[in-house]
């Protein structure tokens, strides 16, 4: 009986009537939700609380430093928050509007024909196709089964696949694993069992990159030191808060060490990421991919459309009987390749054999990556036959020829090529029962199918990039180890037999040994999707960042376990929805742009940690130089504004912008805090100096004390972003050059006029830039140049000798 579906006029019915595909729910962050979460974050509110304290104490005192504190302060966190919320506003679009590239059709039933249409505009009661591969869309009932399994692990964790009969329920979320049929939608849109538990569980969440993990340890650290110096701070100094110097310096401390900065362009830095990425042709899933993909040790690939084209052609049929001729094999092929359910890649290059037109099919078991082959029942002019199609390596252990199939394998040098046996089943049994024991099939050979494939012309590109980073790269495939390795050997990569392991045998090793097994090997062949994810298990048991790539269901597993996830366009539906990212145009060519986009954004981050660090380092030697040794206290919360903005604000976004340096940075953590250790302390140590010379000119003020100290600050400072942005690839020094020098020429300019511009006096009044005097303007030059060659050239030092023990 043929399936009728919904007539158009009932389509633009449960249209009218909201019964239609359209879900609220997004893997992205509403905009609201977005909004929420940066005004109320962790450190607004503590900044918030710094702002009502100083306002109590203007309150209480009536000085306006106090107020301009506040004012100052606010703004600040009000500009912070604006760009942060921005800035992931931008990025969530970008991340949408991207995956709008990925087409998520369905097929339907309407009018007794099919069409095929966008997911989004399946209604409720609409009649959709699954074949293998494909993800269920809306919850349903299965209405037609072809021997259908249907995998629910994404939804309840359960790993063994389910077979659906008729009348049987299937979730949204699950996807079809072997066999097909169709389902009939019952629950579509938010009311949708995957859209349920996204709205409930909250998908967006993201797992965290390396880099992330390391951020957040910088983020609590710091934010524990600035509450233990806050507290040491009023326990040494009772009564303290009756002093308002001591109100602005513990209220300095606080906001200097909150480094919400640090986290805001951490943000913009990925969001420029995927921007960039997206220009050249891939799909980025999750914020953190393109970084996540720097950080990979280990990249494990499928063989066939990963590392070949999928474009599949019969190089030649090699018959193994007597009993067919060459034109009753090729027809019993091209009749196969017709009446089978699956409509794979192999199956389809058998379509140019003519098929029989008298044949029809009474059952079948289709493929599946687990067992690896199908066989179908067929009554041809009323006469029963069963023919089996699967892996030449498994068949041909249960052939009756098996030693006369290997004898013509071997003498026709058939091993460099995928392939397929092709034969009778002879037991007599009904698939029903052989369905129960696969491994008892009788088989009598028909032939050998040996298909080629195309390898990607770009292929190699990417694999010299692996190389060269020292990245460890395992072919995982379900084809024979020695096609493999003919592909492998096409393009330029040469594998050792003794670096090849099958899926049988590794299903021999045990948990101690597998370890070691995987590292010695580089091709894994006849792989079944479990050994594929027991591979990629352990590996990030043994915290090794791994990246798996593929197309194809028997990928999923894996792909869904590894830290890195890349799937290609022309894959099936289900393994690109688990992807992270996804390669349009199977464009494996990209993967050496993504992967130095990622080095771009760990190096980007570095460089700015390393100004925002290098700020907190010096507060931090400032604040217990002062509280033990009773050093001068320069600095208050407008103060560090001012050193913000010239020291790391404009310089961070000029960084974001440009920065070209895709080089790998080895340890990030190291080569941070060896830095900002440096250059803190020779900052802090040349603005003291500073200090000390200012004292022994007559005349002198506490104010042209704090002026000396903070304009040598500024001076180094920039000194300090030339030493961040120097290495020997970068490609905008000289605009770097250029920008330190504006920076300091602006700072000069305020520092150095009494204009009276109502702009320019308001500015310096309210950054407390008095005016430095022309007795110490000599003084202050001298120290911040002497300083800065001195930071520069011990930061050359540093980084080479940390270069050198890598």
Not at 718 to 727: A, D, E, R
């Amino acid at each position: 009986m043929q399936l009728q579906g919904l007539t158009n006029n009932e389509v633009n019915e449960r249209i009218n009537k909201g019964l239609i595909n359209r879900s609220t729910v997004t893997k992205t962050k509403r905009i609201r939700e977005i909004i929420l979460e940066n005004v109320f974050s962790v450190f607004n509110l503590v900044i918030t609380s710094v702002i009502l304290f100083l306002l109590y104490f203007y309150i209480t005192s009536g000085d306006e430093r106090l107020l301009y504190d506040t004012i100052g302060t606010t703004l600040v966190i009000s500009l912070n928050t604006f760009i942060a919320v921005y800035q992931e506003i931008k990025a969530k679009r970008a991340l949408d509007k991207v995956s709008l590239l990925l087409k998520k059709e369905v097929k339907v039933i309407r009018e007794g024909k099919e069409s095929i249409i966008d997911q989004s505009d399946v209604v409720a009661d609409d009649i959709i196709a699954l074949e293998r591969g494909d993800q269920v869309i809306v919850d349903g009932e299965v209405i037609e089964s072809n021997k259908m399994e249907i995998d629910e692990s994404l939804l309840t964790g359960e790993s063994l696949p389910i077979n659906k009969q008729n009348g049987d329920e299937i979730l949204s979320g699950s996807f079809c694993v072997s066999g097909n049929g169709f389902y009939k939608a019952v629950h579509v849109g938010d009311n949708s069992y995957a859209n349920r538990i996204t709205q409930t569980a909250k998908k967006f969440k993201l797992n965290l990159s390396p880099l992330q993990v390391k951020l957040n340890f910088i983020v609590k650290v710091l934010f524990s030191t600035a509450i233990f110096l806050v507290i040491l701070e009023i326990i040494r100094t009772p009564g303290g808060f009756s002093d308002l110097d001591f109100v602005r310096r513990i209220s300095t401390v606080m906001l200097s060490l909150i480094p919400q900065g640090l986290v805001l362009m951490s943000s913009v830095t990925f969001a420029l990421g995927i921007y960039r990425i997206s220009r050249i042709g891939a799909i980025i899933q999750k914020l953190n991919a393109i970084e996540s993909f720097a950080n990979v040790k280990i990249v494990c690939t499928d063989k066939t459309g990963t590392l070949t084209q999928n474009k599949l052609a019969v190089n030649r049929i090699t018959p193994l009987t007597g009993k067919f001729t060459v034109n009753q094999i090729e027809k019993l092929l091209g009749t196969y390749a017709k009446l089978s359910s699956d409509k794979n890649a192999t199956l389809r290059t058998l379509e140019i054999y003519e098929p029989d037109n008298n044949a029809a099919v009474t059952d079948e078991i289709p493929f599946s990556s687990e067992n690896k082959m199908s066989l179908l029942q067929l009554s041809i002019n009323n006469e029963q036959l069963t023919i089996i199609f699967g892996g030449y390596d498994i068949l041909n252990e249960r052939s009756v020829e098996k030693n006369k199939a290997e004898e013509i394998f071997e003498k026709d040098g058939l091993k460099i090529y995928r392939n397929l046996l092709f034969g009778v089943e002879t037991s007599g049994r009904s698939l029903k029962e052989i369905e129960e024991n696969l491994d008892t099939v009788k088989i009598e050979p028909l032939c050998i199918v040996s298909i080629t494939d195309q390898v990607r012309d770009d292929v190699m590109d990417a694999i010299n990039l692996f190389h060269k980073n020292n990245i460890e790269i395992k072919i995982l495939s379900g084809d024979n180890a020695y096609a493999i390795q003919a592909v492998a050997k096409e393009i330029g990569w040469d594998i050792k037999d003794e670096e090849l392991v099958t899926g049988s045998e590794i299903e021999q090793v045990n948990d101690t040994d597998i370890f070691r097994v995987i590292m010695q090997k580089k091709i894994f062949a006849r792989l079944k999707p479990e050994h594929k994810l027991r591979i990629i298990k352990t590996l990030r048991k043994e915290k090794i960042y791994t990246a798996m790539i593929g197309d194809g269901v028997n990928d999923l597993p894996a792909i869904k376990e590894s830290d890195m996830g890349i799937a290609m366009e022309e894959g099936s539906q289900i393994t690109k929805e688990v992807a992270d990212i996804v390669l349009l145009k199977n464009k494996f060519a990209l993967l050496p742009s993504i992967f130095d986009e990622g080095n771009k954004i760990v190096n980007t981050v570095s460089s700015v940690a390393k100004l925002f660090l290098t700020k907190n380092f010096m507060v931090i030697y400032l604040t217990v130089l002062s509280m033990f040794f009773a050093f001068e206290f320069p600095l208050t919360p407008r103060r560090v504004s001012l050193i913000n903005i010239f020291s790391i604000g404009l310089p961070s976004f000029i960084i974001a912008l440009r920065n070209s340096n895709v080089s790998k940075l080895t340890n990030f953590t190291k080569e941070l805090f060896s830095f900002v250790v440096i250059s803190a302390a020779i900052i802090v140590g040349a603005s003291y100096i500073g200090q000390y010379y200012t004292e022994k000119i007559s005349g002198y003020t506490a104010e042209d004390i704090q002026m000396v100290m903070l304009s040598v600050m500024i001076f180094i400072t920039s000194i300090n972003f030339l030493s961040v942005v120097v290495h020997k690839n970068e490609k905008n020094m000289r605009l770097y050059i250029l920008y330190a020098i504006g920076l300091v020429t602006l700072y000069s300019f305020l520092a150095l006029t009494e204009s009276r511009f109502i702009l320019i006096s308001w500015i310096k009044t309210f950054y407390e830039i008095s005016f430095l005097q022309n007795q110490y303007l000599g003084l202050t030059a001298a120290i911040a140049v002497i300083s800065g060659v001195i930071l520069f050239a011990l930061q050359l030092f540093r980084g080479k000798f940390i270069s050198n023990k890598q």
